[in-house]
């Protein structure tokens, strides 16, 4: 105990000692200790494993107990341990049963196929004893039976197949194909014909075959179809005026009908079929370029037919279609050029409405983020004049206010002056007083 208490005495800090007086034992008391934990927990760090005999324990109580156990637990845990380990070593060192990757197909032939075709067994017996449970079911003399009367029982009549009464061009597959040829061959020969006719325009006209407008084709051949049709009303009504000249009277040579055959003379005929040839002429000059002003007469010497037939057609006021066919091209661009304008117009006006809208919405979202205006829940859209009044009222609130503070700030200045001034003077009148 000397050496205890001389090693206290030594402590520069006497509190310190005092504080740890509790912990600090002789040497004596501290082996008596160790001897009795021996006794009591001979198990240590070097020989945990190692079971020993001297511990008992029913004699053990609270945390040794639980100590006890808890090491029983950690050997039981670590044998276990070992054990897996072990195992798994082992099954390292052996050899690998899996297949190869160049084994996959032959491995996939002996093992998944024969399970698939044994599931494929198993459906074929299951689907023979459902059929030999309704077989049965059903009764003995449903086995001597017919399938077709224990289909027809089961299921009822069967469908007849549908009649071809309906369809008289399918009865045959010959007649079918014989009318799909007819077809296709009808197609090829519209195809080729209308190559043709094309062909024949474009080396009439002198365009390219990209340049052709159907529509001028197809308004060509409608003013063709009238005026031809006029042409031949016109010629009706001249045959119907000719009388047959009487007996006695002189035949002319260019009668236009002979007395005892009554038809038109071969002079008649190529003085008609010249006519129709410079129509058909006059329509494609006509429809390719189409002319400013009307067509001069002809200086040609004319034949009596002819004549007539052209003061006819000089009489006859031209037609809608005539009229109208030399400015299509120009109206078919100012209506293209209208259609533009209209949505480039209709465009212009989403474009504003959107900007409009747009500009709403931030006005809106400046006023209520906007310090300068009151929040007026009836007021409408705000504008760009709110904002120029509410910062006329806050420079005149704030000039106001700062003139305010100016004027106050120059009176205190003043006053300070004053009290300075009067400072300063205050030795004179001490001295004046003395």
């Not at 000397?2 to 740890?20: I, S």
């Not at 004319?302 to 091209?329: K, M, N, Y």
């Not at 989403?350 to 906007?370: G, K, P, Y």
């Amino acid at each position: 105990m000397g050496d205890t208490e001389r090693g206290y005495n030594d402590c520069p800090f006497p509190d310190v000692a005092e504080l740890l007086r509790p912990f600090i034992k002789p040497r004596q008391e501290i082996s008596k200790t160790r001897q009795e934990l021996q006794t009591h927990l001979p198990l240590s760090a070097l020989n945990v494993a190692l079971p020993s005999e001297r511990v008992n324990a029913s004699a053990l109580g609270g945390v040794r107990k639980a100590y006890w156990r808890a090491l029983q637990a950690h050997n039981a845990a670590q044998a276990k341990y070992d054990a897996l380990k072990a195992d798994i070593a082992q099954l390292n060192n052996e050899p690998s049963t899996f297949p190869d990757a160049q084994d996959s197909s032959a491995f996939l032939t002996e093992c998944y196929v024969p399970l698939i075709r044994q599931r494929e067994r198993q459906r074929k017996l299951i689907a023979l004893e459902n059929a030999f449970a309704r077989t049965k079911s059903c009764g003995g003399d449903a086995i001597g039976e017919s399938f077709d009367k224990v289909a027809k029982r089961e299921i009822g009549e069967l469908p007849g197949p549908p009649s071809t009464s309906a369809f008289p061009e399918h009865e045959s597959e010959s007649g079918s194909d014989y009318d799909l040829h007819k077809l296709k061959k009808a197609i090829l020969t519209t195809k080729q014909q209308l190559q043709q006719h094309e062909g024949k325009a474009t080396s009439v006209l002198g365009v390219s075959p990209d340049e052709i407008d159907p529509r001028a084709d197809l308004r060509g051949l409608q003013k063709a179809h009238l005026e031809l049709t006029t042409w031949m009303e016109t010629q009706l009504a001249i045959i119907s005026d000719v009388e047959i000249p009487k007996e006695g009277d002189t035949v002319g040579s260019a009668s236009p009908r002979s007395i005892d055959g009554g038809q038109f003379s071969a002079r008649d005929i190529e003085a008609l079929y010249d006519q129709y040839l410079d129509a058909r002429e006059r329509l494609l000059h006509l429809v390719s370029n189409p002319p400013a002003q009307t067509q001069t007469e002809n200086d040609e010497p004319l034949g009596g037919a002819q004549r007539i037939t052209e003061a006819l057609d000089l009489e006859q006021q031209a037609t809608a279609s005539e009229a109208l066919l030399p400015h299509l091209s120009g109206l078919l661009s100012l209506k293209q050029q209208e259609q533009a304008l209209l949505q480039q117009s209709a465009y212009t006006r989403r474009q504003i409405a959107s900007a409009e809208s747009h500009s709403r919405a931030i006005l809106t979202r400046l006023a209520d983020e906007s310090h300068l205006l009151q929040p007026d829940i009836n007021r409408a859209s705000p504008r760009g004049t709110d904002w120029a009044k509410a910062a006329t009222e806050s420079s005149a609130a704030t000039s106001k206010s700062s003139m305010q503070r100016l004027q106050s700030g120059q009176n205190s200045t003043d006053a300070a002056e004053t009290v300075l001034r009067a400072i300063k003077n205050m030795p004179e009148s001490v001295h004046a007083l003395l």
